[in-house]
């Protein structure tokens, strides 16, 4: 199964918050990353927060972490019709020393009027 | 900016061919990754390369093989596509060891007839 999980779609209306989820296993994991893949493209770091803190602002995206559950978030607040993309969330483990990430299956976002 | 550029963003080859793709990164980073992605399966590793010369199999490495000549260039070979190889491949960089972001090209979509 996944090492990283999230669940595979959300709607939202425009202007409401949107809060994706994820679990992740490697509680060694030093760096976990939000991703975001818009349709026909490649994946855009969105932001990133070390495992050492609960929680991280940037802008509309808040991060938060819970390291004993092993839960990881991304709340964006005022969410807009160009917010509707796939996001990824992904842990770096701390065993690998050659920057490979564990990546999610990706949660759909979908932006309604 | 990091950029990471894919040389093609759609491919369509025949059964049996030897096909290339190739990704060139600007920033000088030491890792470079070529994973694919296919709706549901989130992002699988393919191989990935810490320096020039090297490689490393990543989680699904049967059926392709990597070539990295120069630093930054990573190339990803079929040796004899088969169309359970279409899909969409994205290529990725980050610098150093340890937890560092990757950053992706806009990915190529390769079909095979």
């Known amino acids: 199964g996944e090492d990283v999980e999230q669940s595979l779609f959300l709607s939202v209306r425009e202007g409401d918050s949107s809060v994706i989820n994820c679990t992740y296993t490697?509680?060694?994991?030093?760096?976990l990353y939000w991703y975001k893949q818009e349709p026909g493209a490649g994946l855009q770091l969105l932001t990133y927060i070390f495992s050492n803190m609960d929680m991280k602002q940037d802008q509309r995206l808040t991060v938060l972490l819970n390291k004993k559950d092993k839960h990881l978030s991304l709340r964006i607040a005022d969410t807009q019709t160009g917010d509707s993309a796939i996001y990824f969330c992904?842990?770096?483990?701390?065993?690998?020393?050659?920057?490979?990430?564990?990546f999610g299956a990706g949660t759909q976002v979908v932006v309604t009027p | 900016d990091v950029k990471v550029t894919q040389s093609s963003r759609y491919l369509v080859k025949r059964t049996g061919e030897k096909v290339f793709l190739e990704c060139v990164q600007d920033?000088?980073?030491?890792?470079m990754f070529w994973y694919r992605q296919d709706p549901g399966l989130g992002l699988r590793l393919i191989y990935f390369?810490?320096?020039?010369?090297?490689?490393e199999k990543g989680d699904i490495p049967e059926g392709y093989s990597v070539s990295r000549e120069k630093k930054e260039r990573f190339s990803l070979i079929l040796e004899s596509a088969s169309t359970n190889q279409t899909s969409m491949y994205l290529c990725?960089?980050?610098?150093?060891?340890?937890?560092?972001?990757?950053?992706f090209g806009d990915g190529t979509r390769l079909s095979i007839l």
């Open positions: 992904a842990e770096s483990p701390q065993t690998d020393s050659w920057g490979k990430l564990q």
């Open positions: 490697d509680s060694s994991s030093t760096y």
């Open positions: 390369s810490y320096d020039v010369k090297m490689k």
């Open positions: 990725a960089s980050s610098h150093g060891q340890g937890a560092q972001p990757q950053h």
């Open positions: 920033m000088d980073h030491e890792n």
